[in-house]
């Protein structure tokens, strides 16, 4: 393309793009109909355990999921690292972690802990659970560690496509919401976030305009029967509505290391990733995906919407 | 006991110990005959993997293995500690680690990253290999983190019998040893440590007269092949020398998680764990033990040699 040809083209997508974006729906400004189901499946927690890896890089390498998310923190980092050069395409994100649940197994922060001592629990490992991290930590340390978790991904060779918060402890108070998106615009990478009616618009005070905001997200919860797991999803398949949804699914193998490392938890323990590693990867659902007209997304489609840095 | 009777009995000891310990072996300081063969089987590793833990338990609960170490900065710690406090006669000592050896999993340090810089690979890992380790650790640092380690296993309610360093870091250089062996001192604990003919006397200088020194260590190296394992474990044991000797052996199930541990490892990897193993849990070995009147001893009973505090 000749220079002057280039100029107009740049010109043409500056012109055209922002007016749109004001009215298009997420899924238009994707490029497809406003009535399209698009939809992220989305794999959490790689980097946990080695289980975990092997199911979710199994899940991504078929396409059974479009996207997972990395947490920095635990020991499989490296592992993922490798998977994540070997694969440069794969929509890999970091799912920010300042929570460590596991009875049995367990880890601390990135960042020097004597730096982050909100984020500790009395023998110096992350709070085990999400309402224990959300009362103590303070923003500035919060935003210290997962600032040090995107440098250490990045020093790693890792190129995220996307920010989540594991446990979701960033999405909790409007502090820790304003730290992960000002952590985001800084990276100019999209973050998942959702406006869900009724919560208090200060959660949200740190959004730009330009930011991705999610139709939805589903993701199973403990009341499910182990035997309903299959109809749960493809209920959700069938009844999806248009617009950008994303599954969140815990894919991993059964086995000792998994069933050790969640330990007296069924919930969202071993057995629980081994059915929806089970689900997302059989042809009934394969097939609900098609007959429902979903189309799968990822992050990294989102990140082109962003404005360029 | 009456009081005065007490009173009688220390004195006795107090007056009997350190004279007879100067001509004393250590075998007869223990309560044997001088030319008594006495063994500790040291299972090294424990809390680096779900698997190690596993098959060192099981081999502790049996009495194939009589002390064993555990590495506080790996993310099985909680399970290790567990294990102590529902064993408390269980004889585990710390292994302390300023190593991080395997490719795709890794720990860092106990103590806050930046006090302790010169550990720390660029990843902000402890280094991958002894030389490094040994080439860049600043021996106040080595000290501040195994100091960290004592306090984080004591936090966690394990009372170690012992110390000892993991890939051999703390017995490289003289300053080293010196940070060892005050650490030990301050804690009251024995150490693992051995005199090497022709080793410059300057290595030993920290060490005080009271210290517990073996007679010698044994440990498989990279050379035997798989089909001599037995022959190797029980031809050390149809020639042991009386005294006090130690045989470190490292212990797991070699399954998906040890195999992801140790991948591009051979040496001291999955199937060589699950081989060393499978030979101190053998009627053979069980049987060469016996057929050589080789008793089995702990750290703790070496522990009780040491001045009391």
């Keep these: 393309m000749h220079n002057h040809a280039l100029l107009a083209a740049c010109l043409l997508t500056a012109l055209s793009l922002p007016a749109g974006a004001q009215n298009q729906t997420l899924a238009q400004r994707l490029g497809h109909p406003a009535d399209a189901k698009l939809l992220i499946i989305h794999a959490d927690d790689l980097a946990v355990a080695h289980a975990q890896d092997m199911a979710s890089f199994a899940a991504l390498d078929r396409g059974a999921a479009s996207s ?8 499989w980092l490296t592992e993922v690292a490798e998977y994540a050069k070997a694969h440069p395409q794969a929509d890999l994100g970091l799912h920010l972690t300042l929570t460590s649940e596991w009875k049995n197994y367990r880890w601390g922060p990135i960042s020097p802990r004597d730096q982050v001592l909100s984020l500790l629990d009395p023998h110096g490992y992350l709070f085990s659970d999400t309402g224990e991290a959300v009362r103590h930590i303070k923003p500035e340390e919060a935003e210290r560690e997962i600032r040090a978790q995107v440098e250490t991904a990045l020093k790693m060779g890792i ?9 979701a402890v960033l999405f909790a108070r409007p502090a820790l919401v304003a730290v992960l998106a000002r952590v985001a615009h800084e990276y100019h990478l999209p973050f998942l976030m959702l406006k869900i009616p009724g919560v208090p618009p200060d959660m949200y005070a740190a ?5 991705v905001v999610l139709d939805r997200v589903f993701m199973a919860s403990p009341p499910i029967k182990p035997e309903d797991w299959l109809r749960y999803y493809t209920h959700i398949l069938e009844t999806l509505p248009p ?13 000792a290391e998994m069933q050790a490392v969640t330990i007296d938890h069924p919930d969202y323990g071993s057995a629980w990733r081994q059915r929806d590693f089970n689900v997302v990867t059989s042809p009934e659902f394969r097939k609900a995906l098609e007959e429902n007209h979903i189309r799968l997304v990822s992050w990294r489609d989102l990140g082109k919407l962003l404005p360029k840095p």
């Design 243 to 255: 617009g950008v949804s994303e599954l969140i699914v815990h894919l991993a193998y059964d086995d």
């Design 207 to 211: 959004l730009k305009p330009t930011d």
């Design 68 to 75: 997972a998310s990395i947490m920095v923190p635990c020991p």
């Design 159 to 167: 190129r995220p496509t996307h920010l989540d918060s594991h446990m």
